[in-house]
């Protein structure tokens, strides 16, 4: 992570989260090849995809996740390095959340924290992790295993996290499967089988019977992305997931990711810097800087009115949005060290528009009125997307074409009353101009 030495912060490796594992799958600790099931846990389904034992009652059912001001701190040489700084937000059933931001700014660290990843110097210091309503946080590590891969699941940016070299495909698929659900090894293969197919791999039953070596690196991220899609998870953490693959399959991996949170009522956070994927993927963007959620919202509320200056900065450095023959516009400077931040405002040092009033922390607010302002309904606030409309990229000049519609059939939730909030004393309060 810049702005954090990349030395300090350690995660740590799926490998480790639970006992007798074979291989380092992502998308939960694969058991010896076994087709035991593990014994349940309170909270968690053990025999299969269902939910059973989270509440799944449409009327009062919570969040699909919720998190309330999560923070997780690494103690180094340097002092205490503040990776995820009293991070709130939720995600519906259905839902996709956009996590967007510069390298460093804590993105991938949320992530981690919500998988139970972190590992020494770093730890979770506060807040609360509720999936379907149970606190991740006050689960042991043995229940931690029982869910990761199972009820939640993580795709990373490297496959190679994921997968073992020295074992097959279908090893380390099947195995992700005995390791939460007692099915025959015909089945497993088969569900298998079905998830390579899903994410674009030609000849899957010959595929299986390959080793990660006998994969280019586009390949081997779309078995990642199967393995985590093995159990049904009700959450998927995507780490930039496609930003190995090539424009055409990019598009094909977020088609079919809409597809399944429509479908299934999978909520999904897509960790990116990419804000052109955002604005045709997303129903909702949360905007990180040095730890902290700066400004949050429905992605066309975002994105067309975005109010904080560091969310307007990085519109602004899309390429698509300049002129030809001109600059390509920059954000300033560079990400502060997490060990050192500056006091009030962390974008203070970066920010033409900062003065004297951001020398104090500025509170969360929502747009267009003070912190205890009620739901957002002034102008130059871009309405939310509601059933049937389309996702796409307009704002930016997209390499995909990401057209899938919005429902909120399956469980999804539309979030149309998703207030926008900003972490600024002088936001912008005029709409963002349209790209030329």
Request: proline letters at 8%.
């Amino acid at each position: 992570m810049s702005g954090a030495s990349t030395n300090s912060p350690a995660v740590s490796n799926p490998a480790v989260s639970g006992p007798s594992t074979s291989h380092p799958s992502a998308s939960g600790p694969a058991v010896s090849g076994t087709a035991a099931s593990p014994p349940a846990v309170s909270g968690t389904a053990a025999s299969g995809p269902a939910t059973s034992g989270f509440s799944t009652s449409r009327g009062a059912a919570p969040p699909a996740l919720e998190v309330q001001n999560l923070s997780t701190h690494f103690s180094t040489r340097q002092g205490v390095i503040k990776a995820v700084n009293e991070v709130s937000f939720s995600v519906g059933r259905g839902q996709i959340m956009g996590l967007v931001g510069e390298s460093g700014s804590g993105k991938s660290m949320t992530g981690y924290s919500i998988m139970g990843l972190i590992d020494a110097p770093g730890r979770v210091v506060g807040g609360r992790i509720l999936l379907n309503g149970t606190d991740l946080s006050g689960l042991s590590a043995e229940e931690m295993r029982r869910l990761r891969g199972n009820r939640v699941a993580m795709i990373f940016q490297d496959p190679m996290m994921t997968l073992n070299p020295v074992l097959r495909i279908d090893t380390q698929m099947t195995e992700a499967i005995f390791a939460h659900e007692k099915v025959s090894h015909g089945q497993a293969l088969e569900r298998a089988r079905a998830a390579l197919a899903t994410v674009g791999i030609p000849a899957p039953d010959e595929r299986l019977k390959s080793y990660p070596h006998q994969f280019s690196g586009g390949m081997r991220q779309r078995v990642a992305i199967a393995i985590a899609l093995l159990n049904h998870p009700d959450l998927i953490i995507a780490d930039e997931p496609t930003t190995a693959l090539d424009v055409t399959i990019q598009g094909q991996i977020l088609a079919e990711m809409q597809r399944l949170c429509r479908d299934t009522g999978t909520a999904l956070i897509w960790i990116t810097h990419d804000l052109s994927v955002i604005a045709g993927l997303a129903d909702r963007v949360c905007v990180m800087y040095a730890g902290r959620i700066v400004e949050s919202g429905g992605v066309d509320q975002v994105l067309d009115a975005a109010r904080h200056p560091y969310t307007r900065g990085l519109i602004d450095s899309v390429p698509s949005r300049n002129p030809r023959g001109t600059r390509l516009k920059q954000i300033p400077g560079m990400t502060p060290s997490l060990a050192h931040l500056p006091s009030g405002c962390a974008f203070r040092e970066r920010c033409a528009r900062a003065d004297a009033a951001c020398l104090q922390e500025p509170p969360l607010s929502v747009a267009g009125g003070g912190p205890n302002a009620g739901p957002n309904t002034g102008p130059n606030t871009g309405p939310n997307r509601g059933p049937g409309e389309e996702r796409t990229g307009r704002r930016f000049e997209l390499d995909v074409d990401i057209r899938i519609e919005v429902s909120t059939e399956g469980g999804a939730e539309s979030g149309t009353d998703t207030p926008h909030t900003v972490r600024c004393f002088h936001p912008h309060t005029e709409a963002v101009e349209a790209a030329p």
